[in-house]
């Protein structure tokens, strides 16, 4: 089966969690705006050019007949077909849940720039960012990291089941991103766990394979995870 992601091309965002599941599978896929007329397409998408499907946001994933949105549901879905979920029904859940509080995660990260409101620039709410962010920075920040670690000091190497699923690669994603924008921030955190499991997803095949290609968007200030050096305390 061929898989169709529909995500803005030009940055990480939540699409990136999708990618590295797809990558990392080795599936057959194809990243809709990249390819001629995809910009095209993706209004398409938003606009409801699928009947089963009208989604609030990118990104969308096509697998055949089946439409989705929101990124939980996607890498979950994608984790059950391609070998890369919990294969019983208890430690699916789990893994679920553990996807949506990442999920909440990176809705927290992405208020630390846009506070106010999604409508205007960051500039133009740097005040409110600065407040946000460095609660964040001191609070939430190693809640939510703190979380992780405890779950792998729980499970051991992976955080559910015994093999790598998307949950480690969406874990892995958050503190790639974390560590670019808040590189002091992350670096006062004691997560010997965390980063172990960062390792080992770098140096899956496929996975290097990636982050080596142009297939893998760079960090940027444009999408979720951003370094304005000014809210790393």
């Given at each position: 089966m061929r898989y169709e992601l529909f995500y803005w091309p030009e940055i990480q965002g939540r699409g990136e969690f999708i990618?590295?599941?797809?990558?990392d599978a080795g599936a057959d896929y194809v990243d809709v705006a990249r390819e001629e007329g995809g910009d095209a397409r993706l209004e398409e998408v938003l606009d409801g050019a699928f009947d089963q499907l009208l989604p609030f946001a990118l990104p969308v994933l096509r697998a055949g007949q089946?439409?989705?949105s929101q990124t939980a549901a996607i890498t979950s879905f994608l984790g059950h077909q391609l070998g890369l979920a919990p294969t019983n029904e208890p430690q699916r859940m789990t893994a679920l849940s553990y996807a949506l509080t990442i999920a909440d995660l990176v809705t927290e990260v992405h208020d630390t720039h846009h506070p106010?409101?999604?409508?205007?620039?960051?500039?133009?709410?740097k005040a409110a960012a600065a407040h946000r962010a460095k609660s964040f920075r001191l609070s939430r920040l190693p809640k939510f990291t703190g979380w992780l670690e405890r779950i792998l000091e729980r499970n051991g190497d992976v955080l559910v089941g015994h093999s790598i699923t998307y949950v480690d690669l969406a874990a892995f994603q958050v503190y790639e991103g974390l560590?670019?924008?808040y590189p002091k921030a992350m670096a006062k955190q004691k997560l010997p766990r965390l980063r172990a499991l960062r390792d080992r997803v770098a140096?899956?095949?496929?996975?290097?394979?990636y982050l080596t290609s142009d297939r893998r968007p760079p960090f940027n200030e444009m999408g979720i995870f951003r370094h304005y050096p000014e809210l790393d305390g």
């Open positions: 990618r590295l599941v797809l990558e089946v439409v989705l106010t409101t999604v409508d205007e620039a960051y500039e133009r709410q560590t670019y924008a140096q899956r095949p496929r996975i290097i394979d």
